[in-house]
């Protein structure tokens, strides 16, 4: 008997959704580069299953119904082309190629388009929810091809998660959507991390509290508005002792890594003219963490004495909680204000309400606060971005002390709140109708005749100044990137 789908790559990740596929009861035949793992997995994980092994590509393809699916699960990058390349000669027009790791949309726009000439029917496919998602049901958002969606519907959608039964899996979008959505997802995924980092360091730096009270604080969290898997998953962190009892956190290098998602995420931003503040310090936070040894030097060099703290304790865990929510609503308003531009600069159509379904569950961003993402663009999905949604605007209206007196307090002890700061600076200057950009023009103009346009004159009529009377009349040409 053939089987239903074929998968590439036998890491962790692979393995995981092979066996999602298996208890949904496809018949998944897998190969692997170093063909001993085929071996190993189907006398370990995959003991008594319908897997099929293969140990080459020909055998592979062999094995699948027609038209063949297969899945790629291996590294992104070059990898990813060597293998189409091995592939191409084994496929016929209308079989389905799905790229499951966390490819550039831009290279999945690529493939996308050179497979397409061949009748080779491409998808990149975003892959969210790490080992334990994929084992039992991961976010996944699909894009590229639509030809060949009916066809891989059912085991996606089957094997993803669900949320009211909903499944955490629907059709993103032409070309490089899919890859697309889960780089910005991931994006999220490290402005979140970063914002609960700097509401962790405030308690245990600024307050003095312990991991096992920090930890009751989180879980108390988890409760409420921030109910989400990155809150539930720091809660245990706090409280996970290591082999003397004493809190292992403490005991972790200060010096995070990143592969790089989230920076591309900002080099998209900075292409399009997004303000996506918040993910971009969350980016450069890892960045500076990383500089250990400088820092170490510098908090010697640079040192300062610290003021103690004394106060309302439970006043500022409740502003913390405010200005936690609040970022993280900026943080949102900014990757989707990022997502409209993207859906205009390529001409993808973006449905944001099912974007935040799919995100909703199975992904490393889960969280209650989706459902409310989702209501917003189910009612309107040309909404501008997330502040001009009602309920968005409220919660914002009353978290606004608690966001300010945080930032105060995080300013006074000196403890470094990049994200918190970010995204009420944007805040701030979005709702602002005037800001200093009357100035900058003004410099602009000043040293470069780069021109100005008046408020008391119709928009698109440009001036110039000779500000020192030197004479120069002569304006330079007026274009914006
Ligand atoms: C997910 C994660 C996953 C992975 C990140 C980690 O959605 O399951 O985002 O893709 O954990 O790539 O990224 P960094 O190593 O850059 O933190």
New binding site residues.
Partial sequence: MKADIGLIGLAVMGQNLVMNMNDHGYRVAVYNRTTSKVNDFLTGNALNSLVIGTHSLEELVGSLSKPRKIMLMVKAGEVVDAMINQLIPLLEPGDILIDGG?SLFTDTSRRTDALGAKGVLYIGC?????EE?ARNG??IMPGGNKQAWPAIKGIFQDISAKVDEQPCCQWVGEQGAGHYV?MI??GI??GDMQLICEAYQVMRKGLGMTCDEIHVVFEEWNKGVLDSYLVEITSHILTFKDDDGEPLLDKILDQ???????KWTGINALDLGIPLTLIAESVFARCLSSRKDERVLASDKLATTLPTWQGDKQQVIQDLHDALYASKIISYTQGFMLMREAANEYGWQLDFGNIALMWRGG???RSRFLADIKQAYDHDNNLVNLLMDNFFADALMKADAGWRHTIQLAVQLCIPIPTFSAGLSFYDGYRSAQLPANLLQAQRDYFGAHTYERVDRPRGEYFHTDWISSGGKVSSTIYDV
């Fill in positions: 966390n975003g892959v969210s929810g790490g998602g991961p976010s889960k997802h991931n995924e490290y995070a890594g990143q592969k790089g998602t989230g992904c490393i961003i």
